[in-house]
C-alpha cells in the first residue's frame, strides 16, 4: 500500500539553529500534504497545507517565517523549523491524501527536541 | 474553543469490558475519521465516515456517525489490552479535500 515516509525519526538540535524535515509520498505522488503539530499529551494541530509548485497555506497563528515549507516536488515537502527554540520542541507528522477521500496516508512522525 | 470535542478525556476499562468514545461537533462533519495513536508514533486509521447514519466495523470495533452529521461515536466490544491507546476522530470541517482537523483525543487503558 501506499506508504509515507518522513525523515529524520528524531533529532535534536541546539537553540538558535535550523532543522529540516521530510516528509516522502513513496510510492503515489501528492500534490498537496499537509503538516501537523502535536504537543505531549495533546491532539494534532494542523499547521499548514503544502502545495506543490505554490506557497504553502499556513493556519491561523502559526508562524510563516518560522515554519518554512516547500514543496518542491510531488514526491516531496520539506518543513524547515528556523532559529529553533526549546518551545518548538514537538512531535512533527505529514500526511497526504490518497486518491478518495477514504485514503489519507500518515508519515511516523518526527520527533524534534530543542536544546 | 476546540471544533471536535471528544469525551471522555480518559478511559481505564478492565480487559473485556465494552467502552464508547464520543466525538461532536458544532459544525457539519463532511468526512469523519477515526486514529489510534500511541504518542510519539504514527497514526493508524481505523474507519471514515461520510453519509448521516453510516455505521462501520472492523474487527471489534463499531464507528457510527449521526444523521444529522455532527456527532460520531466509537465502540469497542470486548476490549483487550492492544485496543489501549490514544483515539483520534478527525475531520473535514471546510468540505474541502481531506485537510482534518483533529479531536481532542481520548486516552483509552485496559486493564488485563
Known amino acids: 500500500g501506499a506508504v509515507v515516509s518522513q525523515h529524520p525519526s528524531r533529532v535534536i538540535c541546539k537553540s538558535g539553529t535550523s532543522v529540516k524535515i521530510e516528509c516522502r509520498s513513496l510510492d503515489f505522488q501528492a500534490t498537496t500534504m499537509f503538516w501537523y503539530r502535536q504537543f505531549p499529551k495533546k491532539s494534532l494541530m494542523l499547521m499548514a497545507t503544502s502545495n506543490e509548485g505554490s506557497k504553502a497555506t499556513y493556519e491561523q497563528g502559526v508562524e510563516k517565517d518560522k515554519f518554512l515549507i516547500n514543496h518542491a516536488s510531488l514526491t516531496l515537502s520539506t518543513l524547515t523549523v528556523t532559529s529553533a527554540h526549546p518551545e518548538d520542541s514537538s512531535f512533527y507528522i505529514c500526511?497526504?491524501?490518497?486518491?478518495?477521500?477514504?485514503?489519507?496516508?500518515f508519515g511516523p512522525g518526527t520527533r524534534l527536541l530543542v536544546l | 474553543s476546540q471544533e471536535l470535542e471528544q469525551s471522555p478525556q480518559s478511559l481505564i476499562v478492565q480487559e473485556g469490558k465494552n467502552l464508547t468514545i464520543n466525538c461532536t461537533s458544532s459544525k457539519t462533519l463532511y468526512g469523519l475519521y477515526w486514529y489510534k495513536q500511541k504518542y510519539g508514533e504514527g497514526l493508524i486509521f481505523l474507519m471514515m465516515l461520510q453519509k448521516g447514519g453510516e455505521e462501520k466495523s472492523h474487527e471489534k470495533i463499531t464507528a457510527k456517525l449521526d444523521e444529522k452529521k455532527q456527532q460520531s461515536s466509537l465502540h469497542i466490544t470486548a476490549s483487550q489490552p492492544s485496543h489501549a491507546g490514544i483515539y483520534l476522530c478527525?475531520?473535514?470541517?471546510?468540505?474541502?479535500?481531506?485537510?482534518?482537523?483533529f479531536g481532542t483525543g481520548t486516552k483509552l487503558q485496559v486493564i488485563p
Open positions: 500526511s497526504a491524501p490518497g486518491l478518495t477521500k477514504e485514503t489519507q496516508y
Open positions: 478527525g475531520a473535514d470541517l471546510s468540505g474541502g479535500y481531506q485537510k482534518v482537523t
